[in-house]
């Protein structure tokens, strides 16, 4: 695998957002077992392909999932998480009585959802903290002007 990032247009920006995503049945109850386990993956596997989602890992454990996901910024997580949700709480219960008899909805209200990927947070702040501090000799004297004018303000 390359470090290089990778990364996507929607012909409006050019974007990389890769989110760590978790969530869990409602009072964290075991069920995300066998064929549960199996539809659910390919349930989100087509949410995911309907909503342009690169799905870059997924992995359950009894009583939670994980997702390694690469979204638009403009279509949102929580939408992509949303309608994972809510596609896949409607088939396993309709497809898994066992469900709708130990849980009154699957899924708890709740997500994580953490970003992954790019530079370190220390470089960003860095990186950030730096801008005044432009090498370029037009950026420093548009920056030294403008100091000149918020002094002349205070």
Known sequence: ???????????????????????CPKYRRKVLVGDVE?????????VALELNVE?????????HIHILA?????????????????????????????????????????SFIATVGGAPLEIVKQYVENQQTSERPKEKQKWREFLKDVNKNI
């Open 55 to 63: 799905i870059i890992e997924m992995e359950t454990d009894k009583d």
């Open 38 to 46: 199996k539809r659910l993956k390919e349930i989100i596997s087509e």
């Open 1 to 23: 695998m390359s470090n290089k990032t990778e990364y996507k247009s929607n012909h409006n920006i050019v974007y990389s957002c890769k989110y760590h995503i978790i969530w």
């Open 70 to 110: 690469d979204v638009d910024p403009q279509f949102g997580v929580m939408n992509f998480i949303k309608k994972c949700k809510g596609r896949s709480s409607r088939i396993l219960r309709d497809e898994f009585h066992h469900l709708k008899t130990k849980l009154p909805t699957l899924w708890t209200n709740s």
